[in-house]
């Protein structure tokens, strides 16, 4: 067929798309967009989606949003973003984590963190400890970020283990409410994994701050992995 999509190879190619450099169908644009097509920022059907997103994209985004308010709504700036970086720590991590990261991982990880900061806060070192596996590799990883964000922080040190513990009870306290909060997830088990992957998921500011941490990071080998507040 004339002027075949070269991403389907069924459908007729009537949108120029600068991602593969060639036509492509409507069809392919809509689904395949950000995932398998990379897309440049000043793609003008790039812009038009974010601007005027389908109804059901839209519901989603409501929800999520609606989800997200009451976690954060009296947290203050460095909590709110520490409460990000936990984010974007546990999707990263659970990418290729076997076995596979659930909800309750994340809470049982997140909550250990805090416990063990809210212990070192009354002056008393004691590292509690995980259930499972993946939430124990979590909470590891949790830690060695907040050690890292506490060693550059100084004098400030205290301070910013304190808005860590607040922000961690923040995303235990999501990971355990989210199958209630979202009834249709896929897999319940995931729903907060679902959620936190949408957030952070490409084009979303979040995505951004995220690339541009990891850009830095890879400019210098031995530089953290979360970026301070």
């Given at each position: 067929m ?98 596979p ?30 259930a ?13 970020g907040?050690?890292e ?14 808005d ?16 209630a ?49």
């Open positions: 004339k002027n075949t999509c070269p991403l389907c190879g069924a459908r007729r190619a009537k949108r120029a798309c600068p991602g593969i450099g060639g036509q492509i169908c409507a069809v392919c644009c809509g689904t395949k967009r950000l995932t398998e097509i990379a897309c440049p920022q000043d793609c003008p059907y790039l812009s038009s989606a974010r601007a005027h997103p389908p109804a059901v994209v839209q519901r989603r985004q409501e929800r999520d949003f609606e989800f997200l308010l009451p976690h954060v709504n009296d947290l203050t700036e460095p909590q709110y973003r520490l409460m990000m970086i936990f984010h974007a720590v546990v999707v990263r991590e659970a990418e290729q984590a076997m076995p990261v659930i909800d309750a991982d994340v809470a049982d990880a997140c909550a250990t963190a805090a416990a063990t900061l809210e212990t070192a806060g009354k002056g008393i070192i004691y590292e509690h400890q995980a499972s596996l993946p939430a124990q590799r979590l909470a590891a990883e949790l830690r060695r907040i050690v964000l506490s060693s550059k922080a100084g004098t400030h040190a205290a301070r910013v283990e304190r860590a513990a607040s922000a961690l009870r923040r995303v235990e306290r999501a990971a355990r409410g989210a199958a909060a979202f009834p249709d997830a896929e897999d319940p088990k995931t729903a907060w994994m679902a959620f936190a992957r949408r957030l952070l998921g490409p084009g979303s500011l979040a995505a951004r701050d995220d690339e541009q941490s990891a850009s830095s990071r890879s400019a210098t080998p031995d530089a953290p992995r979360i970026i301070i507040p």
